[in-house]
């Protein structure tokens, strides 16, 4: 049902602080007609009653079933749109070996409208079942398939961040699949920002465009020049790979005799609205710079187990401060689910903290000292983390924040959470979702609080 300009009756969890859940027991959620929270109402609140006896009367109401939560939606802040055909595939092969082996001729497919369309249409509709509200894409470097995405996206109703990718390093990128020039990887840059803002289903802004180098490796000098200033010129969002592998690391130092944080931030690149994909091997000052820009971290688990040698010390980012949300990075990561990579990041965080090799001591074995997360930080990074990350009113059910929700029905029989009367309750029962619910548990998503 639309939620716009309607009371919502609910239980549920949000985390707007990290590390303290809000449990949300059978409150009121006013939802103005533009799909944003307009007031919540606690049980016990001096008006709670009568708002609800008023709201029941005049038919605007909603109540949903014993048995079922709602949770922010999730904001997935890494995603190759067209990588989604090879998702659970192509796992076999380092970074570099995987981009030109299986990644580039995929997306070099993606010159035929058709195919885009097809993909698209099946990604965005899966990621918003597997309760994903917002976005953050890597389209590919062709303008009419990135436009599919944006036109998809603004169909069924998903709030998205969308770059066309930018990779013309004739060193790096096939001939096949580059842009002819550091000329066109701008001018198509400047083409799609223009059509999204521009574009007459957009006027809430509910798609806005990213200026997206790929990563360094695959754009000349002039490229992230000019990407920094369109960057500054339009103050658009801004999202790459930074320092996700040993081999990617280690070519931005010798290209550029400094660390990926370091040349991005030089090429006016590193600001309040980028997202920095991986970030694995950020040195303390890398770290330092990213708080200091406020930049943020996508940390990406799953992908990171097969494509960055590494593990992102995610605690130590969160506990300086640095803004870090989740992503899938479909398809580095074999999972379009945001709950599955939330379960990834806290097994890696615990595999970080005791080290992996049973060869060694324990006081040997044991990596970074405390790395370990538990189930809050996890819900955190794939809500609040997300919007905080993107600097947009998502990611938590607070006033003024947009009413971007999943709903998990607990009860569904063919679902994967199993609670017991007698002993679950309170935020034992998010525990419980986090590490258990799946597809068939997502009863409900909205987006602005239309039910897409
Ligand atoms: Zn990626």
């Not at 970074?368 to 819900?379: E, H, K, L, M, V």
């Not at 607990?410 to 017991?420: I, N, P, Q, S």
Request: with cysteine; charged share 25%.
């Amino acid at each position: 049902m639309d939620l716009r300009g309607k009371t919502l009756n609910a239980s549920g969890f949000h985390t707007p602080e990290r590390g303290t859940i809000d449990a949300l027991d059978d409150v009121l959620i006013e939802i103005d007609a533009d799909g944003a929270i307009a007031a919540l109402h606690r049980h016990g609140d001096p008006n709670y009653r009568s708002i609800r006896d008023a709201r029941e009367a005049s038919g605007e109401l909603v109540t949903l079933p014993a048995g079922s939560y709602i949770l922010p939606g999730f904001v997935d802040l890494h995603v190759h749109a067209p990588q989604y055909p090879q998702l659970g595939d192509a796992l076999d092969v380092p970074l570099e070996v995987w981009l030109q082996k299986y990644t580039f001729p995929l997306e070099a497919r993606y010159r035929d409208i058709a195919f885009a369309r097809h993909v698209y249409g099946l990604l965005v509709e899966d990621l918003i079942a597997n309760g994903t509200t917002t976005a953050l894409y890597f389209a590919t470097i062709h303008q009419d398939a990135t436009r599919v995405l944006v036109d998809i996206c603004l169909e069924k109703g998903q709030r998205a961040l969308i770059g066309k990718v930018a990779m013309d390093n004739a060193d790096e990128c096939p001939d096949y699949y580059r842009d002819r020039s550091a000329q066109e990887a701008l001018d198509d840059t400047r083409a799609l920002i223009d059509y999204v803002r521009g574009h007459p289903d957009n006027r809430e802004a509910r798609v806005l465009p990213v200026v997206t180098p790929r990563f360094i490796p695959s754009c000349t000098d002039a490229t992230l020049e000019g990407l920094g200033e369109i960057a500054r010129e339009c103050g658009c969002h801004v999202q790459t790979h930074c320092s996700e592998s040993d081999w990617a690391h280690g070519y931005v130092l010798a290209r550029h005799g400094m660390t990926d944080t370091d040349s991005l931030d030089r090429f006016g690149l590193l600001g309040r609205k980028t997202v920095l994909a991986h970030a694995n091997f950020l040195t303390a000052k890398d770290m330092e710079t990213v708080q200091a820009r406020e930049a943020a971290v996508a940390h990406c688990p799953l992908s990171n187990a097969y494509f960055a040698n590494a593990v992102f010390p995610l605690r130590a980012a969160l506990e300086k401060g640095l803004h870090v949300g989740l992503g899938t990075d479909i398809s580095g990561g074999p999972s379009a689910s945001m709950l599955e990579n939330a379960r990834g990041a806290i097994l890696v965080s615990r595999m970080l903290q005791s080290g992996v090799d049973p060869a060694l001591a324990p006081a040997a074995r044991s990596g970074s000292g405390a790395a370990q997360i538990d189930f809050r930080d996890a819900f955190y990074i794939a809500t609040s983390g997300g919007g905080l990350a993107l600097d947009l009113p998502v990611g938590q059910f607070t006033p003024s924040y947009q009413f971007d929700a999943v709903l998990i029905d607990a009860t569904a029989e063919k679902g994967t959470v199993r609670l017991f009367d007698d002993r679950d309750e309170g935020e034992g029962i998010l525990q419980k979702i986090i590490y258990t619910a799946s597809k068939p548990n997502i009863a409900a998503t909205w987006i602005g609080g239309r039910k897409v």
